[in-house]
């Protein structure tokens, strides 16, 4: 539930840019009657529309996330909050100028936020932020929870410059495609990756009788 709740405002780009795609001299009617105050020149062209539209609802999407994680009581993660900052900021540059590479490039900011609140954590306070999450559920030993760490900080690395490369290699549509389904899609098998890195160092499970006994003279 939790992946799906923060895969929400990706998913809804996602249909907002392909539904607005498909019906571009609707789309860029709409934007500019509802939105165009927001629009330098306060016009948007049919082109534009339906990376605009997107925008406009992944900031809406984005900012009820945190709105129903305070109407509940429950703690908003740093991330969340700055990942509404990113897109406020990146996404108000986008809808202002017309300009798509803004909001493109809140993934990357938004990856490249993870690894370095991982390495600072780590090579400044000497805090393992993995360890403090899971380390009540996973009983790993301290040189398997730095390598984990490490691995994730150059994963989140890698993940901000191939987002860059696909959006400025491709077309906009097969960028939003990325977003969803091949970022997505590689974060799942990192996460598989890393479930086989942990098996392999979790402790044997006891029996629960103890030690077997020994065998006879």
Do not use: C
């Not at 986008?94 to 300009?99: L, P, S, V």
């Not at 890698?158 to 077309?171: D, H, I, Q, R």
């Amino acid at each position: 539930m939790k992946l799906l709740f923060d895969l929400l405002p990706i998913v809804l780009f996602f249909a907002t840019f392909r539904y607005a795609e498909g019906h571009q001299d609707w789309a860029g009617a709409f934007a500019t009657e509802h939105f165009g105050s927001l629009v330098s020149g306060g016009v948007v062209a049919p082109k534009e529309a339906p990376v605009l539209l997107a925008t406009v609802v992944v900031i809406i999407a984005t900012l009820a996330q945190v709105v129903y994680l305070k109407a509940r009581g429950r703690k908003v993660d740093a991330m969340l909050w700055f990942s509404l900052a990113l897109v406020v900021i990146l996404g108000g540059l986008t809808i202002w100028f017309h300009n798509e590479t803004f909001i493109k490039w809140k993934p990357s900011g938004l990856y490249w936020a993870f690894g370095i609140a991982l390495w600072a954590s780590q090579a400044l306070f000497g805090k393992n932020l993995l360890r403090s999450t899971l380390g009540k559920e996973l009983p790993l030993p301290e040189p398997v929870w730095r390598r984990l760490n490490f691995a994730w900080i150059a994963f989140f690395a890698l993940m901000g410059l191939v987002n860059l490369w696909v959006a400025y290699s491709f077309e906009t549509a097969i960028w939003v495609d990325f977003k969803l389904f091949g970022a997505t899609g590689l974060m799942l098998l990192f996460m598989v990756a890393q479930g086989v890195y942990i098996s392999r160092h979790l402790p044997e499970a006891e029996s629960s009788e103890g030690e077997s006994p020994k065998s006879l003279p």
